[in-house]
C-alpha cells in the first residue's frame, strides 16, 4: 500500500467503523454520505459518536473551504457537539497551506490531535502483564466500567461515556472488548472490531490513577489476540490520540495520516 492508500483506508475505516457505533447507539441517528462528507452522528453526550469526516483525496483549497462551511453547518444543526475528524494526507499541498484560515472563516475551532495507524502483524502472542487479568466485557455492570474507564481517561464526566455505551448489545456481542483488572479493580480497556477487512482497535482508555504501567498496551495486545483469534485477520487499523501515539508502534502499527479534530467556535 503507498501511504496514501493508508490514509484513504484510515478515513474509510472511521467511516465503516462509526455507522456501527453511530447505529447501534441509535437506530435514528444521522448516517449519511453526501458528496464529500460521512456524517456519523448519534447526537448523544458521547462525544466520539458526533463525528463528520471530509472523504474526498487531494482536495483543494476552494473545495476545503466549501466543505468545511458544509461541516460547520451540518454540526451547528445538532444538539449536541461532536468533531471534525479532518484526515491531513487527503489535503492537496494548496489546502494543507490555508487549512487554519479556512477553519476559522467556517466557524470551527482546533481541539486536539491524531494520528491513523495501521499494520500487517497479526496474530500476536497473548498479553501477559505480572499485575493484571484479562476479562471480556459481557454484562452491563463491565460495559458501565468501560464507559467509565473511557470517561476518566478522556476527561468527559461520566454520564457522557454511559449515554454512549450502556444499553449496548454490539459491545457484548461483536466488539472483542476488554477489561484489565488489577485484582477486583478495572484499571485500562481496549476493544477491536472486525471491519472492512481489518481488525479495528477501538476506545482504548486508561485510569489517570494507572496510567504509565503499561496497562494501556497489555489490554490493546489483549484485544488484538482476541479478535484476530475470532476472525483471522491479519491487519489491524487504529486513530491514536497523542497519548497514545507512542504505544502503538510497539506493538506493530505504523502512523497513516495526521488527524486533526475541530470542533464549533465556543
Known sequence: MTD???????MEQLAVVWRAMVLDRDADADVRDLPGIAVRWADCQ???WNAVTLTEVN???????QRLVQTADIMRSKKNPGFLWLFEDLLDDGARAVLDQAV???GLQYAFPGTGMAGDFLPIADPVHPDLTFVRVTTDEQLQSYADLNSRGYGFPLEEGRDGLLGSDLWKSEVHAYLAMRGDLPVACAGTIAASGSLFVVLVATDPAWQRRGYGEAVTRKALYEGARATGLSRATLHATAAGAPVYPRIGFKPNSPIHFYGLQS
Not at 496514501?4 to 484510515?10: K, P, T, Y
Open 4 to 10: 496514501l492508500a493508508d490514509s484513504v483506508e484510515s
Open 46 to 48: 458521547f462525544a466520539f
Open 59 to 65: 482536495v483543494g483549497a476552494k473545495l476545503l473551504g
Open 104 to 106: 476559522e472563516d467556517a
